[in-house]
């Protein structure tokens, strides 16, 4: 261990006392990694603060030793946001998890940045509130990663995104500074809003310690139903339509037959392992409308070929059906021992294209994929079932990636929909931006954070 | 000997298989209490394949973490991927006692006693069992409380003294004939492993699952002299140990001959069921063992699949709760089956126990390895059984029965609450139904 690191650990203890510093080996390897299984690299150093002062303190003491500093919540981040770099201080939130004021005459909760997304929904549930944004990862993520990826999620196509709910944060700026943005007022036009500008900025502009978030009355009724198609197109084509149609409902969810039987395999939920592709839909609201909505949703999926339509019984079966969708992901890597998911998201006019164009690239270079996705957003997560000891395969997937990053671009699309940049993305950023708005975001980073101290070597190449 | 090392031996896809994404996390109660990475699944996994890679030597910090890990495989019920957690963890320990990293000789000796000697002579561990149980009739051992002798004894031994169960003798083999045919024809004919821990502390549990199997239908078929299945030994690294247990069981019985082999404790049944995985390499024993897992089943599962038939007699108005055995649900996947057959029962009102899905801190012999996170996940779970408000508490492994008990026992709020195997309600009922038709017919 060098010398510096010694002292910044040392440091950090004296102030923070020896259980909440870490650097034995066996701790820097687990801090090595997020949910991108592929990429891999140990900090000099892991600390857990408990307040927002002694977050700044360890920016402070991560300043003085010219340290880089990664922030990190539960590490399931998706890009390699929270992998850190060579000699990095760890700032893990994840004890910073209390719920701090929730308050039912404003319709907001306030919560340390550390705190579990599905928390936060559950104790909002317990006063006839609702917190929507709902990621995949919602068991474990917590709400500061959550608001530094500006996570989406299975409702995201009625309910928005993660910055949709943010009214208000406290963030440690990379100066050791501590400043708030925004509050509770609904409608609020002070200034420049640098608090949309930290929703999404990846632990590269400040750490987030506090966020305040707009909560909204718990529908009072909902529909779940599953649709199974013989052709991926058809599953587009249902989507297009329903949109088409006026219709927004919480939930369009897609899954291809790949996906369909490693998650069937896990969860045990009778998704029909046969099928091409099914759609997980999802309405909710006051009662006759959900019973509309889901009417004309089950009848356009039939139009468009479905071979049939199931609506789940009560909560419990939709509650199943959901939370098998969420594994999707993972429930992948039971094929091939390494998974790479991309994140693309096209406007929605262009997704049957775009599925069909997936599959066409994955053949020719003779690569294993499953796809899923938000598809009712646009967004798709094609996901590559490999092994990274084949490096030949490896080299294919870069192909395959290159293609439908190119194709995503052309059609319109965006390189991440709710994952982030982070390591993964960067080598795009720049070809999806164009070189000013590329070098206006540099400026940002560099306004805000001039030694380049937190997070360096993300988003940017 | 980096060639030896069990780690580098395991296929490296089981461990590359986890991909990072942090789904068992929220199921993990080391996890849950240190909120440490390397406390979790995922960090554990990963240090694993570090050391499978060689990048990690076998460390005291290494060897402390897998001693801190329940083993209550609520990560692999969670885990998408299909992580196989429980294999990696005991080879992972297999390579800490190969490496001999921890532990001077006190610990050595403890461990030898007990598994090497204890666990797998069941003579001896019957004699032991009787000595015991004079022991603990006669008063001595409450004489011994008093004076305080139990302070002399070392943190290990003193934590494990307070918590010695009670042994109930007779023993199974006293209680259970060689072979026991039903009242009707026999429609089933299965061999009932009696356990040894089981067969010391829960004798009546066999006798219970006895009943239960000839009320159904199934002539019982009960070996006088058993072997522990050698499930303490696979889980604390002993795998040698562990396949030679396998072995003698398997010696015992010709499998063939049987519908079904009956556990009644969900730890032991979660190894008996990986018998041939055990003995994989092992070119006599393999294929006997392939069809005896095939023919394993938990009590529960058995009678469920069978149709268990439901006892005609109320007991009325009792409120019985159930904790899931950590290896029954995780282990075996058997969640529904105990549930099903306790709704069999007339009169008894069945409530949900919170968190009954996580571990109640005995797991083998962690309540002694670790005794200060065993007591804090007990008073956890006592929380949840005091909620309740039951007066019975069912659940279908002694271990757990064991801590549960041993927590009951001291917490005056649930000092009347009786923890039972759910076959004993059945039993009982079935009992019952027998002494009112009687003979004479009508009650
Ligand atoms: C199975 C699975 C399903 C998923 N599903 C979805 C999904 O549906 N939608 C979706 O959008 N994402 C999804 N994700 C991705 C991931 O869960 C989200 O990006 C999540 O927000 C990350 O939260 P975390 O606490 O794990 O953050 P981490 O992974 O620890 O960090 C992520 C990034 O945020 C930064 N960061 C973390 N906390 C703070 C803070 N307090 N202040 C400043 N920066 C911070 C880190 O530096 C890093 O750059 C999924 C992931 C998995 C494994
Ligand atoms: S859930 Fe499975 S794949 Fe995911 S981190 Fe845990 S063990 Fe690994
Ligand atoms: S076995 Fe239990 S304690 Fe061990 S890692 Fe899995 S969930 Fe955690």
């Known amino acids: 261990m060098s010398q510096t690191v010694v002292s910044l650990a040392e440091e950090l203890a004296q102030e923070l006392g020896v259980d ?49 500093i990664v922030t990190r919540g539960s590490g399931t981040g998706l890009s390699g946001g929270s992998v850190p ?49 709902d990621p995949g990862s919602r068991k474990i993520s917590t709400i500061g990663g959550n608001v530094a990826e500006n996570s989406g999620g299975l409702r995201g196509l009625k309910y928005g995104v993660t910055r949709d709910y943010v009214m208000g944060l406290e963030a440690v700026l990379a100066s050791g500074e501590v400043v708030w943005l925004g509050n509770k007022c609904v ?6 809003n640098l608090r949309d500008l930290f929703v999404g900025s990846e632990g590269t502009l400040g750490i987030v310690t506090r966020v305040l978030l707009k909560l909204v009355p718990l529908p009072q009724a909902r529909k779940t139903m599953l649709a199974s198609y013989t052709t991926l197109e058809a599953a587009g084509e249902t989507v297009s339509n329903i949109i088409a149609a006026k219709i927004i409902p919480c939930t369009l969810e897609f899954l291809d037959q790949q996906t369909i039987r490693c998650v069937e395999d896990f969860a045990h939920v009778g998704l029909p392992t046969e099928a091409a592709a099914v759609l997980i839909m999802e309405t909710d609201g006051h009662p006759h409308v959900v019973a509309e909505e889901a009417a004309a949703m089950a009848a356009i999926a039939s139009a468009c070929g479905a071979i049939s339509v199931r609506t789940a019984a009560d909560d419990a079966e939709a509650n199943k059906l959901l939370s098998a969708r969420r594994a999707a992901f993972s429930a992948l890597a039971r094929v091939r021992p390494t998974t790479i998911l991309e994140d693309v998201t096209v ?96 400026l940002v980073k560099g306004a805000l954070d001039p030694d380049g101290l937190l997070n360096p070597g993300k988003i940017f190449e | ?160 003294e307070a918590a010695t169960p009670t042994v109930v003798a007779p023993f199974s083999n006293a209680r259970i004939k060689r072979i026991e045919m039903p009242a009707a024809p026999a429609k089933y004919r299965v061999a009932l492993l009696t356990g040894c821990v089981q067969d010391l502390l829960f004798s009546p549990i066999n006798r219970a699952t006895a009943d239960v199997l000839l009320a159904n239908g199934c002539e019982v078929v009960t070996p006088r002299l058993q072997y522990c299945c050698g499930s303490l030994h696979a889980h604390n690294g002993e795998l040698e140990l562990a396949r030679d247990l396998a072995r003698k069981n398997l010696d015992l019985y010709d499998v063939e001959k049987f519908d079904a082999i009956i556990s009644n404790a969900g730890g032991c049944g979660s190894h008996l069921k990986k018998y041939a995985e055990l003995l994989h390499h092992d070119s006599q024993y393999h294929a006997r063992a392939v069809a005896w ?60 126990l919170a968190e009954s899905d996580w571990c109640c801190g005995s797991a083998g012999v962690y309540s002694i390895t670790q005794p200060e996170q065993s007591a804090k996940l007990l008073g956890r779970k006592l929380e949840h059984i005091a909620a309740t408000g039951a ?36 039993a009982e ?15």
């Open chain 1, 347 to 442: 406007p929605r006019s262009e997704l049957a294209g775009m599925v069909a164009f997936i599959a066409a690239s994955a053949a020719k270079h003779g690569l294993q994929i499953g796809t899923f996705g938000h598809m009712g957003d646009g967004n798709l997560h094609p996901t590559y079932l490999t092994d990274e000891r084949n490096a030949d395969e490896m080299h294919r997937v870069e192909l395959s990636l290159a293609e439908i990053v190119d194709r995503t671009l052309a059609v319109g699309g965006t390189i991440t929909g709710e994952h982030g940049v982070g390591l993964a993305k960067k080598p795009y950023l720049k070809q999806q931006l164009g070189d000013n708005s590329y070098q206006l975001l540099k």
């Open chain 2, 429 to 443: 009922a079935y009992r019952r139904e027998a002494s009112r038709i009687g003979p004479g017919g009508a009650e």
């Open chain 1, 187 to 192: 409608k609020d036009v002070a200034g420049y």
């Open chain 2, 1 to 160: 000997m980096s060639e030896l090392n069990l780690l580098k031996s395991l296929d490296y896809s089981v461990l590359q298989q986890c991909m990072h994404c942090g789904m068992c996390l929220p199921t993990c109660p080391t996890y849950d209490e240190t909120k440490f990475e390397r406390s979790s699944p995922r960090g554990r996994i990963r240090l694993m394949r570090e050391v499978a890679d060689g990048r990690l030597d076998v460390t005291e910090t290494f060897a402390e973490e897998m001693s801190y890990c329940l083993g209550c495989l609520a990560c692999t019920t969670a885990c998408p991927a299909g992580v196989d957690y429980g294999t990696l963890l005991e080879n992972a320990r297999g390579e800490v006692e190969r490496r001999g990293v921890i532990g001077g000789p006190a610990r050595r000796l403890f461990r030898w006693a007990n598994l090497s000697v204890l666990f797998r002579h069941p003579r001896l561990m019957r004699a032991v069992g009787r000595s015991l149980w004079l022991y603990q009739k006669l008063g001595v051992q409450s004489a011994l409380r008093k004076l305080g002798v139990m302070k002399l004894l070392p943190q290990q031994l003193r934590v494990m």
């Open chain 1, 20 to 68: 909440r510093v870490l650097t034995a080996a066996e701790d820097l390897a687990v801090y090595a990694y997020d949910g991108t299984a592929a990429l891999r690299q140990n900090p000099a150093c892991v600390v857990f603060p408990l307040t927002t002062a002694e977050v700044a303190f360890c920016v402070q003491t991560a300043r003085r030793h010219r340290a880089p």
């Open chain 2, 293 to 352: 897992d095939r023919k394993v089943r938990d009590v529960s599962e058995w009678l469920v699949e069978i149709g268990c038939r439901a006892p005609q007699s109320a007991a009325g108005g009792v409120r019985v709760t159930y904790d899931a055995s950590c290896h029954l649900l995780h282990g075996q996947k058997i969640a529904a089956q105990p549930l099903a057959l306790l709704k069999l029962l007339p009169g008894v009102d069945l409530v949900p």
């Open chain 2, 391 to 426: 007066s019975v508490l069912a659940s279908g492994n002694p271990g757990c029965l064991m801590q549960i008990e041993n927590g009951m026992r001291r917490d005056p709020r649930l000092a009347h609450v009786r923890a039972c195997h759910p076959v004993e309600l059945l």
């Open chain 1, 85 to 133: 770099m060579e000699g990095a201080l760890v700032v893990c939130l994840n004890r910073m998890d209390r719920i701090i004021e929730l308050d039912p005459r404003n319709l907001t909760i306030e919560v340390e940045a550390g705190c579990i997304t599905q928390t936060i929904d559950e104790t909002a549930g317990k006063h006839g509130l609702f917190y929507p944004p």
